[in-house]
């Protein structure tokens, strides 16, 4: 019982980092992916290229490594020498990571879109930006909830990786009163932490599927 | 004169479409345009509608040249389309379909915008099917949504795109006399067709697209 007095209150301390970086980066990183896709699908060869570099190192290379990067890294980067504080890190790291995927998925969301949506726009004499927002995308997002939400789940436990800068999520909060008592149960506790997340998660975009099941 | 259609050509990088086509169409009339699959037709149609650059000559409506018009707002209120599928917008409503036009160009006041959608929902005989979506209705009904909706903005020109291709023969009268009663209203109509059938019932004039070239054909009265 000792073991839970210590590990609950950690947990909870560390649920705010968790569900801290969770929440941060679905709310940035969900509207910059729309950016993004758009800026992907950009006629501009200079602007779909640089979107497309971003998109491809953000994806090629692990969080983990771009986390040390952006919190280690700058510091050596001759001219700037800034560094960002350990939540400032992590904050733009994920946000960075999570708007390519994203992005890729919105991209794709928006290229199954039957161009007869945008000529039947245009002919009423809608403009661009707005097809875009009233026509097209609650169209996208009904196609890409199930990838989206697949995204999001991974989401939660990648926030695991924040360990590495320091900070003390859930999984740190185990893994500090599993060593104080050489035990394997806090693990176990957080499996099912992260379980009732994902529960929660799961039945949350289910029912945002439903919302949109109103037409075909 | 509604449509004035002066030697206008289209191709598509080496490949002509057609070339120096002119023809026009008077308020109220009803101009059908057949031809052979490929002969060009729908491309004439996304021309006329601004959907395709023309390559050269004039598409006067209403005394403007909407070929050197880059803004749809004022294209969409001269000429309108009813694509062969359609093209509603499946996630809203039909009464949404209807409004969301005009409400976005601001066409009216909102009560005058519901109270035209509710008089074409009547014309159209699509009452009771308001608050359906698009998936929900017949070919027949889509169809019917398509030419209200395009003819909430009032445009002086509608298009047709081979409008009876998904609809049986019963469905394709309805339609017809909706057509007719849109041209007695004064709307110049031009429909691209290959059924031969509905041409004979519903064209005043006809025109025959061939290797690029528009030759008028009958001259009913």
Known sequence: MKIFEMLIPMTIEGLKVTLGVFAVTLIFSLPLAVIVALLRRSKNKLISGITAGYIYVMRGTPLLLQLMFIFFGFHFVPLIGYSFSRFQAIYIAFILNYTAYFAEIFRAGINAIDVGQYEGATVLGMSKSYTFLKIILPQVIKTVVPAVGNEVITLVKDTSLVYILGASDILKAAKSVSNVYSAFSPYIFIAFVYLFIVAVLTKALSMIENKYNYYR | ?221
Do not use: W
Not at chain 2, 37 to 43: A, D, L, N, Q
Not at chain 2, 144 to 152: E, Q, Y
Not at chain 2, 178 to 205: C, K, Q, S, W, Y
């Open chain 2, 1 to 221: 004169m509604s449509v004035y259609v002066d030697s206008i050509s289209k191709s598509f990088d080496s490949t002509k479409v057609f070339e120096n086509v002119s023809f026009e169409v008077n308020p109220g009339e009803i101009v059908c345009i057949k031809g052979k699959s490929g002969e060009g037709k729908t491309t004439l149609l996304r021309c006329l509608n601004n959907l395709e650059q023309i390559d050269g000559g004039k598409i006067i409506i209403d005394g403007v040249d909407i070929s050197k018009e880059k803004d749809y707002r004022i294209i969409g209120q001269m000429i309108g389309m009813v694509f062969q599928s359609f093209n509603l917008f499946p996630h809203l409503s039909v009464m949404e379909n209807l409004l969301i036009a005009p409400m976005y160009l601001k066409k009216d006041n909102e009560d005058k915008i519901r109270l035209r959608a509710m008089e074409l929902i009547k014309t159209l005989e699509i009452e009771g099917k308001e608050n359906m979506y698009p998936y929900q209705l017949s070919g027949g009904q889509k169809q019917r949504v398509a030419i209200a909706r395009a003819c909430m903005l009032n445009p002086t020109v509608l298009c047709f795109d081979e409008p009876t291709s998904a609809l049986d023969n019963e469905t394709t009268k309805q339609i017809g006399k909706v057509i007719r009663r849109l041209a007695n209203e004064g709307m110049a109509i031009i429909i691209v067709t290959h059924d031969e059938a509905f041409v004979d019932e519903i064209g005043e004039r006809v025109l025959t697209m061939k290797n690029g070239n528009l030759k008028e054909e009958i001259l009913k009265f």
